[in-house]
């Protein structure tokens, strides 16, 4: 028996347009750069850059202080140009913003296909609501990095 380490199994990931996942990648160090509004806009604009060009439906989002979780339907290419695209040019507007150089995300990113039988809304819930977890607002509308869209 040929035992794989999770790197490896990543090498070879399948998505599936027209299919829901939610996507968690994290900063570099898990350093809280997104406690400055905005580093964090600059996320939401390329978020909103890949939304526009249909390639994907982005359904939630919210940008915590070190990491990002992003509920979307994907629509055109794979989910690892999608996120590659996404992280790579964020990082090149925050480090251009921030007056710094070299990473902004830890390599790899976290992603989870919605099954067809899983509430859809629950899990746009569950991401826009990680603030109220962590204990940074007591109330979501407190929070500036968020959405969700009509499900």
């Not at 040019?89 to 099954?115: E, L």
Request: charged share 25%; aromatic share 8%; hydrophobic share 40%.
């Amino acid at each position: 028996m040929h035992l794989y380490h999770g790197k490896e199994l990543r090498k070879s990931r399948y998505s599936e347009t027209g299919r829901p996942y939610l996507v968690t990648t994290v900063t570099r160090q898990r350093q809280k750069i997104f406690e400055d509004f905005c580093l964090g806009r600059l996320v939401v604009a390329e978020m909103r850059a890949v939304t526009d060009r249909g390639l994907v439906d982005t359904l939630a989002w919210v940008i915590m202080p070190d990491h990002v979780h992003w509920l979307i339907t994907l629509r055109v290419s794979s989910l690892a140009v999608i996120v590659k695209t996404v992280k790579s040019r964020s990082a090149i507007a925050i480090n251009k913003r921030a007056g710094t150089s070299g990473p902004v995300w830890q390599s790899g990113y976290h992603d989870h296909a919605i099954r067809r039988d899983e509430d859809l809304a629950g899990v746009a819930r569950y991401v826009v609501a990680n603030p109220l977890r962590a204990g940074l607002v007591k109330r979501l509308g407190d929070y500036p990095h968020w959405d969700v869209f009509c499900l």
